[in-house]
Structures are given as structure tokens and as C-alpha cells.
């Protein structure tokens, strides 16, 4: 059975551009969630997707923002990119009858 | 807000034992995770124990949880150089989200 998937792996952008960070949960799974590691400040929670909808978010500001497909797959959209936005982005899923989430590779999003 | 707390580093002789402990705050947790991150890798899912039991073991693993202290840990035994990684615990609360703690680097000298 195939884990959960992120691309790219590595993405370099520079202050004030968009990114985009794609996750394709493990099949049967219809919630996802993100996370932000940077250095320094461990693994924060970023976005919860559930079913299409967004059900929780974290602290984070509203240049953060996401969507869930049809097919439950999710995208990451960080607008107006600060340097501090350089991280480690993990994606996990869960069947929405557990609650263990089960994570991705990561996308390391590098700002310059 | 929750918290969740470890110790940032242990080094072990490969072959021992090593314990890694973690502290939480929310007394309403269903779950609490652990989790393995290698250099420039993702977390792999560990182990996890449901909140009433007071301890799981698996294969290698044993995990013990003390609910009245709000103390979590994780036994590795016959520790080897593989299992030298960051170690993260984890619990769930309110809305699904994982709070986790900073994580706990494992060193095993050969």
C-alpha cells in the first residue's frame, strides 16, 4: 500500500512569491492535515482537511491557506513568502475513523 | 495551550537500553504517539497507546504511560546505530491536530 506523498521535495523561492506544496493521502484516508517544521520552533500544526473542508487551523497567519480535492488529495498555498517561512512542510492522513496520522516525506520549502 | 515536553538529547552504547521521556499537560488525550524522524526524512509512526492503558509493548518497543503524572515514555531495547534519529512524542486533543513535543535526538555510539 502506498504512504502518503508530497511533492516537490524541494522548492526554492524568493521573498514575496507564492508557493504551492501538493499531498496525496494514503488511499482509503479522507482527512489531511499539515505541519510546519522549522528550525528552531519543532512541528507546529498548520491546516486540517476533512471531506473537502477546512476544520481547524493553527496559529498561522492568513497568507497560509489550503484546499481538499474530490479525490482528498490537498494543496498548501503559502502567499506573499517571508523568509521565515522556510520550513520542512509534512503532510499526514487518517481514515477519519482514527485518529493516527500517518505522514508524508515533506516538502522543504527554502525562501531566499 | 497544550504542552508537551522532552528532554533534547540521549546517547546510548548500541545495545543498551535507552528511554526516552516525554511530559504532557492536556489531561483529555485519547492517544498518545511516537515518532521517528531520520535525517531529512518525514515521521514514521512508531507506536501509539490508547489513554487508559498504562503500557503497550512492541517487539523492541515498550511504552509506559503514567496518567496521574502526565508522563510518557518510550523504551528502545537492544538499542542499535539504526535507531540513532530524532524521537518525537505526540498527542492529540480538541480538533484532531497532533501538539508535539521538541523532540528528543538519540545518539548510539557503536
Known amino acids: 500500500e502506498a504512504g502518503v506523498t508530497q511533492s516537490p521535495t524541494h522548492l526554492i523561492k524568493t521573498r514575496g512569491q507564492q508557493a504551492t506544496l501538493r499531498c496525496s493521502p494514503i488511499s482509503g484516508h479522507t482527512s489531511v492535515y499539515w505541519y510546519q517544521q522549522a528550525l528552531g520552533l519543532g512541528l507546529q500544526f498548520l491546516l486540517w482537511?476533512?471531506?473537502?473542508?477546512?476544520?481547524n487551523r493553527g496559529n498561522f497567519p492568513p497568507r497560509f491557506s489550503g484546499r481538499q480535492f474530490p479525490n482528498y488529495s490537498s494543496e498548501l498555498n503559502v502567499n506573499a513568502l517571508e523568509l521565515e517561512d522556510s520550513a520542512l512542510y509534512l503532510c499526514?492522513?487518517?481514515?477519519?475513523?482514527?485518529?493516527?496520522?500517518?505522514f508524508g516525506p515533506g516538502t522543504r520549502l527554502t525562501v531566499l | 495551550g497544550e504542552d508537551v515536553e522532552q528532554s533534547l538529547f540521549l546517547s546510548v552504547r548500541e545495545g543498551d537500553s535507552s528511554v526516552i521521556n516525554c511530559t504532557y499537560t492536556?489531561?483529555?488525550?485519547?492517544?498518545l504517539y511516537w515518532y521517528k524522524q531520520e535525517p531529512g526524512a518525514g515521521l514514521q509512526l512508531l507506536t501509539y497507546?490508547?489513554?487508559?492503558?498504562d503500557m503497550k509493548q512492541d517487539q523492541r518497543l515498550t511504552v509506559l504511560l503514567n496518567k496521574k503524572d502526565k508522563h510518557l515514555s518510550l523504551r528502545i531495547a537492544d538499542t542499535q546505530t539504526g535507531d540513532s534519529a530524532i524521537y518525537f512524542c505526540?498527542?492529540?486533543?480538541?480538533?484532531?491536530?497532533?501538539?508535539f513535543g521538541g523532540g528528543t535526538r538519540l545518539m548510539v555510539k557503536p
Open positions: 499526514a492522513s487518517t481514515t477519519g475513523s482514527t485518529d493516527t496520522q500517518y
Open positions: 482537511y476533512d471531506e473537502g473542508e477546512e476544520r
Open positions: 492536556d489531561s483529555s488525550s485519547t492517544y
Open positions: 505526540a498527542d492529540n486533543n480538541a480538533g484532531n491536530m497532533l501538539t
Open positions: 497507546i490508547f489513554s487508559n492503558m
